[in-house]
């Protein structure tokens, strides 16, 4: 053992215990969901002012919210089965919502490219969604559905039977249109909370 | 003899040194978490006051000291013993007091500081839900105090398990498996001691690395809630680990049994095909007999708990009967001159017999359901650990005080011990059929009468112990040389 | 020799090749790509050897601190943000085609046989289980750890890594349970004259 032993380990563990902290933002993630819903809480980011189609065929734009908070989803309509729960998770919410009360308006955002106007419809018809409180929408164009996917950090993978993988994550658009919150995967709003 | 002895003499003093403190270790606490022990009793007898809140941290303290000053002394018997037969590394055996003090200090910081009282077995989610009575560092401290704990054993079996891989080859032949199904001669089987401490191997690092795992995913969970895993999936690790931990400590204090007794009759420990296969039996069978302790859990599958059942029946026997059957043997028209050591030794056969009895009834489904929740429980591991495998211990440590030591207070020490402790455990076993709950810290006036008793069993208990581990202690200041 | 020294930049270049098909399936990706990376550093740490500075030969206690650091690149790389970041930013993967050789298997190579055996013994007896427990993690949670597989391609993971964890687990039980033979290994013989010298020392 020599003094070269003391500074070699000392050097393993700075440089070791260093990465493992960076790799998990100060050992409280460990996966890039969680990195990203830290990061978020922290520093919420502007949503570009993307333009989208609602289930009535009406164009609109992130910038109408202006003002109030939107609760996001995203899904798409041919989803059998997470699109199902975070729809009636989100009918309830919305059926509990008072109609005079339009600070918080609801938005489920299709990430496929493969829905029109006739499928968003019938999602919406399907959970009584109505607008504008509550907006079944997809971008107008790919660069449109390409930004919001980055902004808003999902990943949508196939899930091998011609359908997708995605996070049934719901996100909190404040009233100065940013990116403010990624509730944990998993937390269903109707049941109160926020 | 001399030539096997040489193997591991190296460094003969200080091992001697080490094995004394060792013992020493375990006396000092074993008196302090008597003292723990006999508190709630007296709380439950409703002689003194506790608060129940501190009475929960006293019955954690109690029982993670209880189960690792177990494990130390075991250690400490087994280790002197095996070094006989093969190389093991002193440093290492020094190293593992070292982790089990750091251990012990964190131990007793989470409780007596943190107020960490979610009882030995941090049975997961409780560690992260105190409900305001301990917070996540209290309880984190106690699961790295028996992780580093963890850490120092492992070392030591594993070091153990090197020196006997050394001489015989492989852990099968440790144990005497050749031996066991006739591939061999029983003459060249391994000793009782390499045979025991290779059982003990096995088991413990099976155990321990299991119980590193649940304690690294508690410790997570404490720190990061959203983290969670399934709490049945973690019972049965924490089982697994706590079940093994404390069930070898008797079969590495037996090792006493082996060695001191035939000193006494002047009769070498006849070791035959019986022997070896009861000890692979036993090893076999304490690795599979954890779930005896879900019995209540519904959710098990059910042939695991009829498995668990049956093991449990069986699992202490193999070794019990060869060992009470050649203590017997050992001892019987061999003239022997009964002392304290010898007593205590020879008592400590007769209490694992006696410990197994109760331990076979709530090893049963349906008395378990009903039992398994009063103080029979604790009736059956306190006959076991106090009158078995302690009583090994304590033998141990007055054999090793020697002959030179006051001796005439000796005797007294054994028969309080005994009495105290019968009185003690009887208690708990009577209270245990009349439904008596354990673990809990207020009690029924219909109740006071078996706490009554079982305080006034245990002060006594306390009393013959008290005065074994003083002997002992005084005995450490004559040198080295002058013990056997 | 020289052969065998061009499969260490051969095999290193044929994994990146690869490196899509690999990093596609969770299970691949973990108990394949990533143990075989670390294999590349190990090969090469074979080769490097005569030419180990001696400073770090020296400093280099009981091979402790190059295991440290093999045990953290490998922690490191397993995390499931990391799993996810080498597959959707190309320069994380190229750090971690860099650093498992040469972090983790080089290390690996130049420690391990400094090791004494019961430290190797210690490092076994730990990282087996700890395997298998991530294994049955994986195989046991409800939601998906990465974004970019599937649960199920995150189950068969968990499965392999389980299976990895029982082979390793059997072999070394087998090994230390059995022991070589005598007349199969130069330890087992000395094993042998060893224990041959202590009987006869005695009687």
Request: glycine share 10%; aromatic share 12%; proline share 5%.
């Given at each position: 053992?020599t003094?070269g032993?003391?500074?070699?380990?000392?050097?393993v563990?700075?440089?070791?215990?260093?990465?493992?902290?960076?790799?998990?933002?100060?050992?409280?993630?460990?996966?890039?969901?969680?990195?990203?819903?830290?990061?978020?809480?922290?520093?919420?980011?502007?949503?570009?002012?993307?333009?989208?189609?609602?289930?009535?065929?009406?164009?609109?734009?992130?910038?109408?919210?202006?003002?109030?908070?939107?609760?996001?989803?995203?899904?798409?309509?041919r989803?059998p089965?997470?699109?199902?729960?975070?729809?009636d998770?989100?009918?309830?919410?919305?059926?509990?919502?008072?109609?005079?009360?339009?600070?918080?308006?609801?938005?489920?955002?299709?990430?496929?490219?493969?829905?029109?106007r006739?499928?968003?419809?019938?999602?919406a018809?399907?959970?009584?969604a109505k607008t504008?409180?509550w907006r079944?929408a997809?971008?107008?164009?790919?660069?449109?559905?390409?930004?919001l996917?980055?902004?808003?950090?999902?990943?949508?993978?196939?899930?091998?039977?011609?359908?997708?993988?995605?996070?049934?994550?719901?996100?909190?658009?404040?009233?100065?249109?940013?990116?403010?919150r990624?509730?944990d995967?998993?937390?269903r709003?109707?049941?109160?909370?926020? | 003899?001399?030539?096997?002895?040489?193997?591991?003499s190296?460094?003969?003093?200080?091992a001697?040194?080490?094995?004394?403190?060792?013992?020493?270790?375990?006396?000092?606490?074993?008196l302090?978490?008597m003292?723990?022990?006999?508190?709630?009793?007296?709380?439950?007898a409703?002689?003194?006051?506790?608060?129940?809140?501190?009475?929960?941290?006293?019955?954690?303290?109690h029982?993670?000291?209880?189960?690792?000053?177990?494990?130390?002394?075991?250690?400490?018997?087994?280790?002197h013993?095996?070094?006989?037969?093969?190389?093991?590394?002193?440093?290492?055996?020094?190293a593992?007091?070292v982790?089990?003090?750091i251990?012990?200090?964190?131990i007793l910081?989470?409780?007596?500081?943190?107020?960490?009282?979610?009882?030995w077995?941090?049975?997961?989610?409780?560690?992260?839900?105190?409900?305001?009575?301990?917070s996540a560092?209290?309880?984190?401290?106690y699961?790295?105090g028996?992780?580093?704990?963890?850490?120092?054993?492992?070392?030591?079996?594993?070091?153990?398990?090197r020196g006997?891989i050394?001489?015989?080859?492989?852990?099968?032949?440790?144990?005497?498996?050749?031996?066991a199904?006739?591939?061999?001669?029983e003459?060249?089987?391994?000793?009782?001691?390499?045979a025991a401490?290779?059982?003990?191997a096995?088991s413990?690092?099976?155990?321990i690395?299991?119980?590193?795992?649940?304690?690294i995913?508690?410790?997570?969970?404490?720190?990061?809630?959203?983290?969670?895993?399934?709490?049945?999936?973690?019972?049965?690790?924490?089982?697994?680990?706590g079940?093994?931990?404390?069930?070898?400590?008797?079969?590495?204090?037996v090792?006493?049994?082996?060695?001191i007794?035939?000193?006494?009759?002047?009769?070498?420990?006849?070791?035959?095909?019986?022997?070896?296969?009861?000890?692979?039996?036993?090893?076999?069978?304490?690795?599979?007999?954890y779930?005896?302790?879900?019995?209540?859990?519904?959710?098990?599958?059910?042939?695991?708990?009829?498995?668990g059942?049956?093991?449990s029946?069986l699992?202490g026997?193999?070794?019990?009967?060869?060992?009470?059957?050649?203590?017997l043997?050992?001892?019987?028209?061999s003239?022997?001159?009964?002392?304290?050591?010898?007593g205590?030794?020879?008592?400590?056969?007769a209490?694992?017999?006696?410990?197994?009895?109760?331990?076979?009834?709530d090893?049963?489904?349906?008395?378990?359901?009903?039992?398994?929740?009063?103080?029979?429980?604790?009736?059956?591991?306190?006959?076991?650990l106090?009158?078995?495998?302690?009583?090994?211990?304590?033998?141990?440590?007055?054999?090793?005080?020697g002959p030179?030591?006051?001796?005439?207070?000796?005797?007294?020490?054994?028969?309080?011990?005994?009495?105290?402790?019968?009185?003690?455990?009887?208690?708990f076993?009577?209270?245990?059929?009349?439904?008596?709950?354990?673990?809990?810290?207020?009690?029924?006036?219909?109740?006071?009468a078996?706490?009554?008793?079982g305080s006034i069993?245990?002060?006594?208990?306390?009393?013959?112990?008290?005065i074994?581990?003083?002997?002992?202690?005084?005995?450490l200041?004559?040198?080295?040389?002058?013990?056997? | 020799?020289?052969?065998?020294?061009?499969?260490?930049?051969?095999?290193w270049?044929?994994?990146?090749?690869?490196?899509a098909?690999?990093?596609?399936?969770?299970?691949?990706?973990?108990?394949?790509?990533?143990?075989?990376?670390?294999?590349?550093?190990?090969?090469?740490?074979t080769?490097?050897?005569?030419?180990?500075?001696?400073?770090?030969?020296?400093?280099?206690?009981?091979g402790?601190?190059?295991?440290?650091?093999?045990?953290?690149?490998?922690?490191?790389?397993?995390?499931?943000?990391?799993?996810?970041?080498?597959?959707?930013?190309?320069?994380?993967d190229?750090?971690?085609?860099?650093?498992?050789?040469?972090?983790?298997?080089?290390?690996?190579?130049?420690?391990?046989?400094?090791?004494?055996?019961?430290?190797?013994?210690f490092l076994?007896?730990?990282?087996?289980?700890?395997?298998?427990?991530?294994?049955?993690?994986?195989?046991?949670?409800?939601t998906r750890?990465?974004?970019?597989?599937?649960?199920?391609?995150?189950?068969?993971?968990?499965?392999?890594?389980?299976?990895?964890?029982i082979v390793?687990?059997?072999c070394?039980?087998?090994?230390?349970?059995v022991?070589?033979?005598?007349?199969?290994?130069?330890?087992?013989?000395?094993?042998?004259?060893?224990?041959?010298e202590?009987?006869?020392?005695?009687?």
């Amino acid at each position: 053992m020599t003094r070269g032993f003391a500074l070699l380990l000392g050097l393993v563990l700075c440089v070791g215990v260093g990465a493992l902290a960076w790799a998990t933002e100060g050992f409280r993630v460990i996966t890039s969901q969680g990195a990203r819903q830290l990061s978020i809480a922290r520093h919420p980011i502007p949503v570009p002012n993307v333009r989208l189609v609602d289930q009535d065929g009406h164009t609109f734009s992130f910038a109408d919210y202006r003002g109030r908070t939107i609760l996001v989803d995203f899904i798409y309509t041919r989803c059998p089965r997470l699109c199902g729960v975070l729809g009636d998770d989100f009918r309830q919410a919305f059926s509990r919502s008072d109609a005079k009360n339009d600070r918080v308006a609801f938005l489920s955002i299709s990430f496929d490219r493969a829905d029109d106007r006739d499928t968003l419809r019938f999602y919406a018809d399907r959970y009584a969604a109505k607008t504008p409180g509550w907006r079944v929408a997809m971008p107008c164009d790919a660069h449109g559905l390409s930004t919001l996917l980055q902004t808003f950090g999902i990943t949508v993978i196939s899930d091998g039977m011609g359908g997708f993988v995605h996070d049934g994550t719901i996100y909190l658009v404040d009233e100065s249109g940013r990116l403010a919150r990624i509730l944990d995967p998993g937390t269903r709003i109707a049941a109160g909370h926020p | 003899m001399t030539g096997i002895e040489a193997v591991g003499s190296r460094s003969r003093i200080n091992a001697t040194a080490a094995v004394r403190a060792y013992l020493a270790t375990c006396g000092i606490v074993l008196l302090l978490m008597m003292l723990l022990g006999l508190t709630m009793r007296l709380a439950q007898a409703q002689w003194i006051d506790v608060e129940p809140n501190l009475f929960y941290v006293v019955m954690t303290m109690h029982g993670a000291g209880m189960v690792g000053i177990a494990g130390l002394g075991g250690a400490a018997v087994m280790w002197h013993f095996v070094r006989r037969y093969v190389p093991v590394s002193t440093a290492i055996f020094v190293a593992n007091l070292v982790f089990f003090l750091i251990g012990a200090a964190l131990i007793l910081g989470a409780g007596f500081i943190g107020g960490f009282a979610g009882a030995w077995t941090f049975l997961y989610p409780l560690p992260g839900h105190s409900g305001g009575l301990w917070s996540a560092n209290g309880a984190a401290a106690y699961m790295a105090g028996l992780l580093v704990i963890g850490v120092g054993f492992l070392l030591l079996h594993l070091d153990i398990a090197r020196g006997i891989i050394s001489i015989y080859g492989g852990l099968g032949a440790g144990l005497g498996v050749k031996q066991a199904f006739g591939f061999a001669p029983e003459k060249d089987g391994p000793p009782p001691a390499v045979a025991a401490a290779t059982m003990a191997a096995i088991s413990n690092v099976i155990g321990i690395v299991v119980g590193a795992v649940v304690l690294i995913l508690s410790l997570v969970n404490l720190y990061a809630p959203s983290f969670t895993f399934n709490t049945l999936a973690a019972k049965n690790l924490i089982y697994y680990f706590g079940h093994t931990f404390i069930n070898v400590t008797i079969y590495m204090a037996v090792i006493a049994v082996y060695e001191i007794l035939p000193v006494y009759t002047h009769r070498a420990w006849k070791t035959n095909r019986v022997f070896y296969l009861a000890w692979v039996l036993s090893t076999l069978m304490v690795l599979t007999v954890y779930p005896h302790h879900l019995l209540m859990d519904f959710a098990m599958p059910t042939s695991i708990l009829v498995a668990g059942q049956i093991i449990s029946w069986l699992s202490g026997l193999p070794v019990l009967l060869v060992t009470a059957f050649g203590a017997l043997t050992n001892v019987y028209r061999s003239g022997l001159k009964w002392d304290a050591a010898a007593g205590l030794v020879f008592m400590g056969v007769a209490g694992w017999a006696i410990g197994i009895i109760p331990a076979v009834a709530d090893g049963t489904i349906p008395v378990n359901s009903v039992m398994h929740n009063t103080q029979w429980v604790p009736g059956h591991f306190h006959t076991y650990l106090l009158l078995g495998m302690m009583a090994m211990m304590l033998g141990f440590m007055t054999y090793l005080a020697g002959p030179k030591s006051p001796s005439h207070l000796a005797p007294a020490g054994v028969w309080l011990y005994l009495i105290g402790g019968t009185t003690f455990v009887l208690a708990f076993l009577a209270a245990g059929s009349a439904s008596v709950p354990r673990r809990y810290a207020v009690h029924l006036p219909a109740w006071l009468a078996y706490d009554r008793a079982g305080s006034i069993g245990a002060s006594l208990a306390v009393a013959g112990a008290l005065i074994l581990i003083v002997r002992f202690l005084v005995s450490l200041r004559s040198p080295i040389d002058a013990t056997p | 020799m020289n052969t065998t020294r061009a499969l260490v930049p051969v095999a290193w270049g044929m994994l990146w090749i690869a490196r899509a098909p690999l990093e596609h399936e969770m299970a691949l990706h973990m108990a394949v790509q990533l143990p075989l990376l670390i294999g590349v550093g190990y090969m090469l740490a074979t080769f490097l050897r005569p030419y180990e500075p001696r400073w770090f030969a020296e400093s280099d206690w009981l091979g402790i601190p190059g295991l440290l650091l093999v045990v953290f690149a490998t922690s490191f790389w397993m995390l499931p943000r990391m799993l996810d970041l080498a597959l959707s930013e190309p320069w994380i993967d190229s750090a971690k085609f860099a650093s498992l050789p040469l972090l983790a298997g080089l290390p690996l190579g130049s420690s391990w046989p400094r090791m004494p055996g019961l430290g190797r013994a210690f490092l076994w007896a730990n990282f087996i289980p700890k395997l298998g427990a991530i294994g049955g993690l994986y195989l046991a949670a409800p939601t998906r750890l990465c974004a970019y597989y599937r649960l199920d391609q995150q189950a068969a993971a968990g499965i392999a890594l389980i299976a990895v964890a029982i082979v390793l687990g059997t072999c070394w039980s087998v090994i230390v349970f059995v022991g070589s033979p005598p007349f199969w290994s130069r330890a087992g013989i000395r094993r042998q004259r060893a224990r041959h010298e202590i009987l006869e020392a005695g009687e």
